[in-house]
């Protein structure tokens, strides 16, 4: 009879540890994510981006003022170079336009929205602040600093990537992000620093997302506002053209 | 050599049917050599002449560039070095990059040629092919489109087109341009998507008023796949003055597709050849074989009169090689006649535009033509009649393996 009870205590301790340990790597991705986009995107933002893209030796760089309101419109305008000043572009859910003052707006397929926005670079979506769709299945584990998820894009996804891997503060703020392509090589390695406080959230002014072949392009984030208020229809074509009275 | 024409007379109908057996596989081989020459040549002429010239020079592709080519802002050095090589036909300087056609609503993802119209005229057939407006002129600001993306985008002659251009290395250029020409392209894909616009007006949309992609060559006396050794002596030549950033292309690195295609060729008809054959040579030894047993009492007669058996299998086989080097030339004249009546009547129109389409595809006319040439024709006659003496070789051995005795007794 002991020896029923001592193993029957024995089994208890292993399914309690097991449910433990369970429950650790159980953390609620989603939520964790939700957090994140949370604070990276707010309901709406404003900021001046400046970007330096390296491509084989040579550095070209960008000046551009960014509007995102939710996840589905953005507006892009070039301040520099000057030859590029007052182009821009703009994303009204899945339709996606460019604006040059030469030759006026220019509707792009909606597959453009994932291309390098001049040739080389990050993209409308990276630009736009849209950072974790709904394209993956996430896990969570804790870290030694927060939390590090794991992210596998559905079958059906239409993503380039293999896996994500993303490293997250305590408070939320994305530190690391390494994009995996399908055979399991690093395709590129994102870096986020120079964490500022906005309006009581952290939030990363300096992202490096360098590639596995040395290239490299440096985001510098300017005057972030958070939750400002934009008019939906702001985001509309009418708003390229009024840019060249300023 | 008498016995042999005498037995070949003696029984004429299978001398007939051995004849045949020779002369169809040949006359099928000659024939279908002129149609995989045409197909070949139309394919080469199709590719080397609208895009890729016989080579290119370029600078070699750096990572990160997506489907753009890298920038050249020395082509003239380039085109220095090239007037220091002999067998040089022609050379010209291209702009290629990727970009967006758009009209309203409609856009499509393109290729901008920029070209020197005066130079690229006389060789690429994109100014042959246009059926709507003109090709582009010196010092014209216009594009010529595909019939295909004219559609598309729901365009016609002087109408105005967007050009949205991204280099990796100049940034996002726009303009806009007239159509001057529309192309009927012979392959769906490229009307879709390749417009010609003159070199400044590519230049402008690169931003880099210097720009180009390559060096596009053409070499003296090449006339088709069969004169690649021309393209290699040029270009070997050539890569020894290049500095080491540039590279040499040929038109089977830039059109891997094309040469792909032909590579299948070559395999298909080794297949048909050793079907023909093979069907050939088992006619040939059949006939011989029966036409032995048939003779089995005259053949121990001449055996025990004194001929030696390698004089027997001299008799069987002069007669084998005899109806064999007749079939042949009769097959071989079958075949060259036929194809030569094919291309009197211009060629043979493909049935149903299902077929005409895939054949525009990859790169053909839906048009069969023949192109004959002498030294396959030889070759196939030469390999049948080696074939029809092989295959007499085993009637002619137990010919000559007969006890004189046996043979004589023998009743059919």
Not at chain 1, 39 to 57: E, K, V, Y
Not at chain 1, 219 to 224: D, K, L, N, V
Not at chain 2, 93 to 114: C, H, I, K
Not at chain 2, 239 to 258: C, K, M, S
């Amino acid at each position: 009879m002991n020896r029923i009870i001592a193993w029957i205590t024995l089994l208890a301790i292993v399914l309690i540890g097991i449910s433990a340990i369970a429950q650790e790597d159980s953390l609620d991705a989603e939520a964790i994510l939700n957090r994140v986009n949370s604070i990276w995107q707010g309901d709406s933002f404003h900021g001046i981006i400046g970007l330096d893209i390296s491509l084989s030796g040579q550095t070209k760089s960008y000046k551009l003022e960014v509007w995102t309101l939710g996840e589905r419109q953005a507006l892009i305008r070039v301040l520099e170079p000057e030859i590029d000043l007052n182009s821009g572009y703009l994303q009204m859910g899945d339709d996606l336009w460019y604006y040059s003052p030469a030759v006026g707006s220019i509707k792009l397929p909606s597959v453009a929205l994932g291309d390098a926005l001049f040739g080389a670079g990050p993209s409308l979506d990276d630009l736009s602040r849209g950072t974790l769709s709904d394209d993956y299945d996430a896990t969570a584990e804790s870290a030694e600093t927060g939390y590090f998820l794991t992210l596998i894009p559905h079958s059906d996804a239409p993503v380039v990537y293999g896996r994500l891997e993303i490293w997250v503060s305590a408070d939320y703020v994305i530190e690391k992000l390494i994009y995996y392509d399908q055979r399991g090589d690093v395709l590129q390695m994102a870096d986020f620093s120079d964490i500022i406080e906005v309006d009581e959230r952290k939030f990363a002014t300096t992202i490096v997302i360098e590639d596995a072949y040395g290239d490299k392009t440096i985001e510098r984030i300017e005057e972030p506002q958070f939750d400002l208020e934009l008019d939906a229809s702001f985001f509309s074509l009418d708003t390229f053209n009024s840019w060249e009275d300023h | 050599m008498k016995a042999a024409i005498r037995h070949l007379k003696r029984n004429r109908g299978r001398t007939i049917l051995t004849l045949l057996a020779v002369m169809i596989p040949v006359y099928f081989l000659v024939f279908m050599f002129g149609f995989s020459n045409s197909i070949v040549s139309d394919m080469f002429e199709t590719a080397t002449r609208i895009d890729t010239g016989h080579f290119q020079i370029r600078y070699i592709e750096r990572h990160g560039m997506g489907s753009a080519i890298p920038l050249m802002h020395d082509s003239e050095s380039v085109l220095a070095d090239l007037d220091q090589i002999d067998g040089i036909e022609w050379r010209t300087v291209r702009l290629d990059m990727p970009a967006l056609a758009s009209v309203a609503d409609r856009s499509q993802a393109v290729y901008v040629q920029g070209v020197i119209p005066e130079e690229i005229a006389p060789i690429s057939s994109i100014r042959d092919l246009v059926v709507k407006g003109t090709y582009l002129k010196k010092g014209q600001s216009g594009a010529v489109i595909g019939e295909e993306l004219a559609d598309l985008l729901n365009v016609g002659v002087g109408d105005q087109i967007t050009l949205l251009g991204a280099h990796p290395e100049t940034g996002l250029g726009a303009l806009k341009v007239p159509v001057v020409g529309i192309y009927r392209a012979p392959i769906s894909a490229m009307g879709r998507t390749v417009i010609h616009t003159t070199l400044t007006t590519a230049r402008q949309l690169a931003r880099s008023p210097d720009a180009a992609t390559a060096v596009i060559v053409r070499v003296n006396d090449v006339h088709g796949p069969r004169d690649v050794g021309k393209i290699e002596a040029v270009t070997a030549q050539l890569r020894g003055l290049l500095p080491d950033e540039l590279e040499v292309l040929d038109w089977r690195d830039l059109a891997p597709q094309v040469s792909g295609y032909m590579g299948i060729l070559q395999p298909v008809m080794i297949v048909f050849a050793v079907i023909f054959f093979g069907l050939g040579a088992l006619v040939v030894l059949n006939t011989l074989y029966l036409s032995v047993m048939e003779r089995t009492r005259e053949l121990g007669l001449i055996i025990s009169l004194g001929a030696s058996r390698w004089r027997v299998i001299r008799m069987i086989l002069t007669e084998a090689g005899l109806i064999a080097v007749i079939g042949a030339v009769y097959g071989a004249l079958i075949g060259v006649a036929l194809a030569w009546i094919v291309e009197a009547f211009g060629g043979i129109p493909l049935p149903g535009a299902d077929l005409a389409n895939y054949m525009k595809v990859v790169g053909m006319k839906p048009v069969l033509h023949m192109m004959i040439s002498w030294s396959q024709v030889v070759i196939s006659a030469a390999a049948m009649v080696g074939v029809a003496v092989l295959a007499a070789w085993f009637p002619a051995y137990r010919a000559s393996k007969l006890e004189p005795v046996e043979a004589m007794r023998y009743v059919e």
